[in-house]
């Protein structure tokens, strides 16, 4: 595999509904934005770039098979090769992945991923029926396929088995829709209190609507290129590019029916899931005593499929200490307890201590005040930002878009672009020089897991 | 001033009147032309219905054993290991799995919520509650609704609540048709 560089990006405004343009001309604002950064015209850039990858989940919010190719249409790409991933939520992550791979494996010298969704197409509980039919149809739509209902009984686990609490829930919609306030592309806007949270309509006990993400239209768009393929698109340019490159990818995959996921043993855990820096005589012993008091990984409170992605981007980036080590992360924040869950999963902290850690403050940024007091805790404040664009609850979630806006916001931290592109520059993580980013789908079905790094 | 006790917006529907036609201009001269990059969107409403035929496959047995009052997992052969919910094949072994019953195991709630909002098609039963139910001698859980507790007064208590299990006497061959309720303390 040779290097791969994030060259540039682009993002709709992701918004309730976008019934002003269809999913195509969404895109290709994304598209125009992620050209216009590089300083190319369309033309240009046409004669340069290798094919593309298409993201999104729904064929049945589209309603309209084979939307991918009407994309790679309207942008102007044909008859350049393409083609179409889904994988649920992750699709985004996915879709950057492949074209990674295109990439790095040498067909390609300049690929361009995009991804959308158009989500308003139904209404709101029609849309929750649409997701929820990536649930077993057999066994558990038919019982009352919700996906905030399936989450919400990964809480109780969670609450149950590790004393979680729902304030420590609230930290992150507080945290994230705060940091959203700063972020012109995100969907809400919205300066919130942790009683805010509580106090909002109950949706799944103990999820709140302030706990759960929103619909979203919306799309994104990303460059990579391997070094040929920047050297390519510099000439052209007429001037350098930043260099941020992929330094490593990780996926990781579980059982559909939430029910089915195994209750591995303490040996298996150890042998199988365990990460490198957690290999220390202290934290065995503490997952020993939790195994002697039932838990049971990953069962339905831990995502296995995330920390197999982790552990695997985290080797090849060289990653042994990902808290110190990664400036920053934009994670797959459907609920505020999967943020929670996945601190876990990427090691963040160890399995049981997400509740703590959100509310220590360690995930925020340390200069935005969010109200909140922070205690004394083991975690410094802001030792490793999380979303700090917003994350899904703030900014959206058009579905196919959302892992690849994960990978723009990503790139203009470590470009230290964020002020240009948000015309605001409270977001930038100073010194940013490695971000992760992390998609997730199902009930933890897939996960991609992709580190970028900052050529020094 | 006196403050609204109840809603002041009326709920969205997706009904409306037919509409046959929209203002368009008159004269196509080049300022009309360039004007219509500014037109509201035309949203239509387009009906999708399909009923689909679905077969439960290798697990249809499942579904019978719902008709009959009994509960079936899968275990495989060699280990042992044990579905609540079926599965043909097991994870580990690769090997098919054999029809277990578990309608007189000991069952408790392992995990729940109350949902209070829902998809479309369930949003008429909310609240309910869902909940996953372990088995003594299971591996897996089973995904299923709970029944005889107050949806307004959800605790974390009912995590590891002792539960017994019901069928429908006229089957609909749904997973529903199996569900769930709090043994008292004289049931166990």
Redesign the interface.
């Known amino acids: 595999m040779r290097p791969v560089y994030v060259l540039s990006g682009g993002v709709s405004k992701f918004a309730k509904a976008r ?3 269809t999913f195509p001309a969404i895109v290709k604002e994304a598209y125009d934005y992620a050209i216009g950064d590089l300083g190319l015209e369309h033309r240009q850039f046409i004669e340069l770039v290798d094919g593309s990858v298409a993201s999104y989940f729904s064929d049945h919010f589209a ?1 309209q098979l084979m939307a991918g190719i009407m994309v790679q249409d309207y942008l102007g790409l044909c008859p350049k090769p393409g083609h179409r991933v889904e994988g649920g939520g992750a699709t985004g992550g996915i879709c950057f992945q492949e074209a990674w791979k295109s990439v790095a494996s040498g067909d390609m010298d300049v690929c361009l991923a995009y991804g959308f969704e158009t989500m308003s197409h139904v ?1 709101t ?2 849309g ?2 649409f ?2 039919l990536a649930s077993d ?4 739509y ?5 996906y ?3 989450y ?6 969670h ?2 088995e590790f004393g979680t609490t729902v304030e420590q829930l609230a930290h992150v919609s507080v945290k994230n829709h705060r940091n959203a306030l700063y972020n012109p592309y995100s969907q809400k806007h919205e300066r919130l209190t942790i009683a805010d949270v509580r106090a909002a ?7 709140t609507r302030l706990d759960i993400c929103v619909m979203s239209d919306g799309a994104a768009a990303v460059v990579l290129a391997s070094e040929e393929g920047l050297t390519k698109l510099e000439r052209a340019a007429g001037r350098t590019l930043p260099r941020v490159k992929v330094a490593g990818i990780g996926r990781g995959t579980d ?1 559909m ?7 591995q043993s303490y040996d298996e855990f150890i042998a199988k899931n365990l990460l490198p820096h957690e290999d220390t005589a202290e934290t065995r012993t503490y997952y020993r005593e939790l195994w002697e008091h039932g838990f049971r990984y990953p069962g ?1 409170h831990s995502f296995r499929a995330g920390r197999m992605a982790s552990k695997a981007a985290y080797a090849r980036a060289g990653i042994t200490d990902p808290l110190r080590e990664i400036s920053f992360v934009e994670l797959h924040d459907a609920y505020t307890s999967s943020e929670i869950q996945t601190y876990e999963d990427m090691g963040l902290c160890r399995y049981g201590e997400g509740g703590p850690f959100a509310a220590s403050g360690a995930a925020f940024l340390p200069n935005v005040d969010y109200g909140l007091e922070f205690g004394n805790s083991q975690w410094p404040v802001g030792v490793c930002p999380v979303n700090p664009s917003g994350g899904l609850i703030a900014c959206g979630h058009p579905v196919g878009a959302t892992g690849l806006m994960q990978a723009v916001f990503a790139l203009w931290q470590l470009q230290g672009a964020i002020g240009e592109h948000f015309g605001d520059d409270t977001l930038q993580i100073k010194d940013a020089r490695r971000g992760a980013i992390h998609s997730h789908a199902g009930t933890g079905t897939y996960v991609t897991v992709s580190i970028m790094e900052k050529e020094a | 001033m006196t403050e609204p006790t109840r809603p002041t917006r009326i709920p ?1 529907t ?1 009904d409306g009147a037919i509409l046959f036609s929209v203002p368009f201009p008159t004269v196509l001269d080049a300022e009309a032309l360039a004007a219509l990059r500014e037109m ?2 035309i ?1 239509v409403k ?1 009906p ?1 219905a399909i009923d689909y035929l ?1 077969s ?1 496959g290798q ?1 249809s047995p499942f579904f019978a054993g719902l008709a009959n009052g009994r509960l079936l997992g899968r275990m495989d052969p060699a280990t042992g290991y044990t ?5 043909g094949h097991d ?1 580990a072994t690769g090997a098919e799995t054999d029809w277990v019953d578990l309608t007189r195991r000991a069952a408790r709630v ?14 008429p ?1 909310c609240p ?1 509650v ?3 139910i372990e088995f003594d001698g299971a ?7 709970l029944l005889g507790l107050d949806p307004n007064a ?1 605790t ?1 208590d ?3 609540l002792r539960v017994g299990l019901r069928f429908r006497r006229n089957s609909k061959f ?3 048709d199996v569900y769930f309720y709090p043994f008292g303390e004289k049931d166990v």
């Open positions: 019934p002003d343009k309603r209404n509980w029609k929750n029926e997701i929820a149809v057999s066994f558990d038919p019982v009352g396929g919700f905030s209902g399936y919400a009984m990964m809480v109780t686990r609450m149950k309509p109950m949706v799944a006990w103990p999820l059982a029916r939430m029910a089915d996921r195994p209750h339905v | 969205e997706d509201a969107p949203i387009q999708y679905h439960y697990d579905y609540a919910t079926p599965r994870m392992h995990a729940f919520t109350v949902c209070y909002f829902g998809s479309e098609e369930f949003l039963e309910f869902l909940a996953l591996d897996t859980l089973f995904l299923g609704r959800p974390l009912w995590i590891g749904k997973p529903t």
